[in-house]
């Protein structure tokens, strides 16, 4: 016997499928309005769209808010235009307040309701917490598919890291390209050694290609095993931790002799002084017969014994004033061109102006009787001056390898040594500068290096667009292949602690947000990111590939009424 058919419920098959997106509302309410405005009835246009009366009646109802938004701005939400825009705005707050700004969740509410959104999208905690979190998740999704797409269609690069262990939150490996400034790993660790370091870095740059050709940190054992054992690389020694164990032995030393010269000038100032009152006040009084005080003789051992204070005050003010201009200087030589004249510095030559510098460190010492343990730090400090000489002499040799394997003509080759590099250094060098004197001197420097290779008669100008476009980006790399500090790292370091300032702690995913943010995000005023940097080609915007999958802002609800608190000593009847 055949199966009885089954009955079929004809108006389950004519209800609409519910629908919850905004802006498909929007794109019905529209479809609907152009509609009736084209001469149809609203239960055609209503039918057209397969909607039913009821949920449109429900659309249009008026917000449930007590805040009121402007009619027309109103009217624009309800466009799908008005949707997207509503999302952008919501999201960008949540961007530059949250995630950029480093503030909460909460001030994003605020910014909702004092600006009048919140007539128009959702502006609760929980809301916009989810909001956010979504955000979060979609930021770092969109960063790690832009590092894979990249990373297939970069040139090869030898790389210079910088390399160091921030403490926000527990440690932190962290190594960044210094040129670019991108961040190429930046993980939690539970060990700093060179096995972890190691590990850590080539999870950092897997898919990337890349080679490691110089590592920038202090002189941790663990750094120095991974640079040199594991990577196959030349250390350079940072210079900051040179000058500062410098600075350990000799500021506060010389800042105790300054400070107690001086309270010994002003000791014997006030008995010398004092010598001159007692004698003044004396001769104002009467007395009879009999020998007068030797104040004469008082007064002049009191003055001999401010004036060698005060030579003493002067000679500690200026050996402290010398040794704060010594420890500069290292920062002066400490460079493959000397600042000048532009011109190449030897190993040797550095080797003699350290060796120079430290010997009047330790004259200094000397004068000053720096105690042993003090001693100690300076002959530590010194110790570091053959690693300087080392990345001065790295730096050559690959500079040098680097041309010649351009198998250029020995004109033209020695115009890359002697003239290109050296001006496009000095251009960086001036960019560092802390003082516009300085920096206006340098550019002028390298200007004056490079007019020769600008004159049509130079055999440089002989050579196709293409070729010269490829040399000055082959100067660029070499000018580039000299570091000497991990200053980025450090700023990192600072940037993350105030971050955790305002939060008391930085989840896994906020980390890896804001280093997503600071590869594919934050601009500098050229409008380049780390990673448009670092993969020499742009890419599209994070902000819109993550707008693009953001969620649309929930239409605002009815907020349910709190009743009021009833005083504590309220007479109850009997």
């Known amino acids: 016997m055949p199966d009885a058919p089954t009955a079929v419920d004809s108006s389950a098959e004519r209800r609409p499928t519910p629908i919850h997106d905004r802006l498909d509302r929007a794109k019905h309410r529209q479809a609907v309005a152009h509609a009736q405005q084209a001469g149809q009835s609203q239960r055609a246009a209503i039918t057209s769209a397969s909607l039913a009366r009821s949920t449109v009646r429900h659309w249009n109802a008026p917000p449930v808010t007590s805040a009121a938004a402007p009619a027309a701005l109103a009217d624009f939400i309800e466009t799908p235009e008005g949707v997207e825009w509503l999302r952008r705005v919501q999201m960008a707050a949540h961007w530059c307040i949250c995630e950029q700004g480093g503030a909460g969740v909460r001030v994003v509410c605020d910014f909702l309701e004092l600006s009048g959104l919140s007539a128009l999208t959702g502006a609760s905690y929980g809301t916009q917490q989810a909001f956010q979190a979504e955000l979060e998740r979609q930021i770092v999704s969109s960063a790690t598919t832009l590092r894979e797409v990249l990373a297939k269609t970069m040139p090869h690069r030898t790389l210079s890291i910088v390399e160091d262990e921030t403490w926000q939150d527990g440690m932190r490996l962290v190594a960044i390209e210094p040129v670019s400034n991108f961040i190429l790993l930046e993980q939690a660790s539970a060990a700093r050694s060179a096995a972890a370091w190691s590990q850590a870095l080539e999870r950092g740059l897997a898919g990337f290609k890349v080679t490691v050709v110089q590592g920038i940190s202090d002189e941790a054992k663990g750094l ?21 164990e410098v600075s350990k032995a000799m500021s506060l030393a010389l800042r105790r002799t300054e400070q107690q010269a001086e309270a010994d000038e002003t000791t014997t100032k006030a008995r010398w002084q004092a010598e001159c009152a007692a004698e003044q006040a004396y001769h104002r009084q009467h007395h009879g017969p009999g020998r007068p005080p030797a104040f004469a003789a008082r007064i002049d051992r009191a003055l001999e014994a401010y004036v060698q204070a005060s030579l003493a005050r002067e000679r500690a003010q200026a050996q402290r004033a010398e040794s704060k201009a010594l420890i500069g200087a290292f920062s002066a030589v400490d460079h493959p061109y000397e600042l000048e004249q532009g011109q190449a510095q030897t190993p040797e030559q550095l080797q003699t102006h350290l060796a120079g510098l430290f010997a009047r460190l330790e004259a200094l010492a000397e004068e000053v009787d720096l105690s042993e343990r003090l001693c100690a730090r300076l ?51 001036a960019a560092r500068s802390p003082g516009a004197e300085q920096r206006h001197r340098l550019r002028a420097l390298s200007a004056q290096l490079l007019a020769p290779l600008q004159q049509p008669a130079h055999p440089i100008q002989s050579l196709d667009e293409a070729t010269r476009r490829h040399l000055e980006q082959v100067a660029g790399d070499c000018a580039d292949l000299f570091q000497r500090s991990s200053s980025c790292v450090e700023g990192r370091n600072g940037v993350l602690a105030l971050y955790q300032h305002g939060h008391h702690r930085l989840s896994p995913r906020k980390q890896q947000v804001l280093t997503a943010l600071h590869n594919f995000a934050i601009k500098r005023p050229d409008g380049t990111t780390a990673a448009e940097r670092f993969f020499a080609q742009p890419h599209p915007s994070l902000f819109e590939q993550v707008l693009e999958r953001m969620p649309w802002p929930a239409r605002p609800a009815r907020r349910r009424p709190r009743p009021a608190k009833r005083p504590y000593l309220t007479l109850v009847a009997a």
Request: aromatic residues 6%.
């Open 224 to 244: 120095l095993a991974h640079v040199k054992r594991d990577q196959g690389a030349h250390h350079s020694t940072d210079l900051f931790h040179l000058q500062h």
């Open 379 to 429: 002959a530590k400090a010194k110790r570091l001056t053959n690693s300087l000489v080392a990345t001065l002499a790295f730096f050559f040799m690959t500079v040098n390898t680097r041309v010649q394997a351009l198998d250029l003509s020995p004109a033209i080759e020695q115009a890359m040594l002697n003239d290109l590099i050296p001006a496009l250094y000095l251009e960086r060098a």
